[in-house]
């Protein structure tokens, strides 16, 4: 599985490149509006050329031929970058008309193996689960992330299942184990998934032991 990282601050992704684990970036509007972003295509520019990977920018207009003018235009914006549509019938039009362009989408606010199926039908190179808020409202979002891989898998759809509205360190855990092609983790589940108490307790005990017999012989 890989990780994409679902932020637009910057500090964050350049972190992510150096640890050489992040294969591409998410971002969404409430993403962009949160680090008090003005000029939106200079920092999806200035990410893509920090992530080599897919980096998703949202359609922020409602309506056909308005998505697709935005869509058009945000592709131009670099080589990697995806458009995000959301998972309404206007934006199934949008994903088939952009398919017909080869403009990669990721298909947003997943929330439902029939959005899904109908998503990567109409030629979404990525379609995204929203696990967390799919859990926040009593369902088991997880359980549409193992219904996407195995329908896929048994109509042989090329569309990856992008899990996203990732909460926390298990949910990469259980999204890996379902299959999914890319989980999209806020930065600071990126840093829990390398933590673990016994390596900090056994990395202190290693250092411990090694600075004590170094004094003994001094
Ligand atoms: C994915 O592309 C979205 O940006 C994101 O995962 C939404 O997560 P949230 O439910 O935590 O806002």
Redesign the pocket.
Known sequence: MDIFL?TANLEQIKKGARLGVVRGV???P??VAKEGIGDYKSVVQEIASIIPGPI?AEVVVEGVEAMLEQARDIATWAPNVVV?IPSTTDGLEVITALDKENIKV?M?LCFSLNQALLGALAGAAFV?P?V??LDDIGHDGMELVSDMVKVYRQYQLETKV?A????HPLHCVLAARAGADIA?V?FKVLMQMMQHPLTDVGQTRFLDDWHKVQNAQK
């Open positions: 679902d998410t971002t969404n409430t993403l998703s995000k990721n947003t995204s929203f967390g808020r992008l996203a509205s990732i909460r999209t806020p």
